[in-house]
């Protein structure tokens, strides 16, 4: 290794380890995006019954599909079936004047969260 001094042997190693990292920040899988369709959100109905809701529109006859709604949210979430079912209960049992307030405070509760 004549000629051949440590401090450049060194910058070699360095090169080659700075290139070696580099290429495997690239990444191997390509960056995908997921996209959430609503037709895959059973929570998508009733989110859109409680907009309804919390701007103002008085209950209807929507409310005979809830149990149907929540039996729907409960195959993938019970937690939040639960929370539904509770919910809109007390929204049927409250004041009229009230519901567009509730309506809001539930659609928060059951907005979609990052895991």
Do not use: W
């Amino acid at each position: 290794m004549k000629g051949f001094s440590v401090s450049r042997l060194v910058m070699v190693c360095a090169a080659v380890m700075s290139l070696a990292v580099a290429g495997c920040s690239q990444g191997s899988r390509p960056e995908q995006t997921i996209e959430v369709k609503a037709s895959n959100d059973p929570l998508e109905l009733p989110r859109s019954v409680l907009r309804q809701y919390a701007a103002g529109q008085p209950m209807g006859s929507e409310a005979a599909g809830f149990e149907a709604m929540i039996e729907t949210v409960r195959k993938s979430d019970a937690a939040r079936a639960d929370l539904l079912q509770k919910g809109l209960a007390d929204i049927q049992a409250a004041n009229p004047a009230a519901r567009s307030a509730m309506a809001k405070t539930l659609l928060d509760k059951l907005q979609p969260s990052m895991h």
